[in-house]
């Protein structure tokens, strides 16, 4: 696993940009900000940007890699930096510069392939290298989700070529829901003390390097920016997304996650579907200036 910081000038541009954020919103894309269709209205986006203010902003903490990201983020727009890849990267929007990125060490991703192989698993591997990421599937597979669209290589995985797997941030497998548990238990405990796997969208597994998620990434971003993790709301549906509510005081998980992340939080707001980002927006305000 490696780190890459971004220098102290860059670092400090930053927090001088965000020296008056009294208050800041963390929210995921799909399953939450995003409707079920994958999209972000902009009669929505006005909505939510009428809530924000120079001492209030917000920003996106998504599984997705930040060219997808970045769409969204420019909307409102987005001064804060961004958490993609689930936590494997962390990007300046304004600079589009890397403040922050950890890699899956090459022959941790080869074993990842490995196993897929060895278990015929049907199955999408996604690989995030850079600023791209390609889809690795049998010809017989189909694509499984368009959700964020990548070039696709109809290819055995044992004919992966090795560059491919040097510099990945994350490994996203896309497989039917039946067999899901049954990938990520695998997997931990084949790999379990070099990766975390995280279940993120219906059918889809998160793989980045121990001791990466989206809790780790946003603790450190806070960290950089200078803001206190005490007026942080999070927001989510999903376990990626319930890594973030250790971090910040106020945890919000939409209607429509799963029972583990509503556990996991202080508050459900209501569905993606009816502007559970917004509902939630509107609680923490209320709530800060109590």
Known sequence: MQEQISNDKILEDIRDRLKDVKKLIVT??????????SELPQEYVE???GMLSPEVKLTIASGRGYPSVKTFAYRFP???????????????????????QQFIEEDVV?????????????????????????CYK????PVFTEKEPAPVVNTDLSDIPPEAIVGVRKVSIILE???????????????????????????????????????SALQHMLQICGIDPEHVMAIGDNESDATMFDVVKFSVAVANADD???????????????KGVLLAIKHFLEAQND
């Open 78 to 100: 987005i001064d804060v930096p961004v958490i993609c890849e689930a936590g494997a990267v962390v990007v300046d929007p304004v600079t589009e510069e890397i403040i922050y």
């Open 260 to 274: 583990f992340t509503k556990s996991k939080a202080s508050f459900v707001t209501s569905s993606n579907e009816d």
């Open 138 to 141: 049998r010809p017989e597979v």
């Open 177 to 215: 829901e039946e067999y899901l548990n049954q990938l990520k238990e695998e997997l931990r405990e084949l790999l379990g003390d070099k990766i975390d796997v995280m279940r993120a969208d219906d059918g889809c597994l998160d793989i980045m390097a121990i001791g990466v998620t989206k809790g």
């Open 47 to 49: 909505e939510i940007k």
């Open 110 to 134: 080869k074993a990842i392939i490995d196993h897929l192989v060895r278990k015929r698993y049907r199955c999408n591997l996604y690989l995030y290298r850079g600023n791209s990421m390609i």
């Open 28 to 37: 995921d894309l799909d399953g939450t900000l995003l409707n079920n269709n």
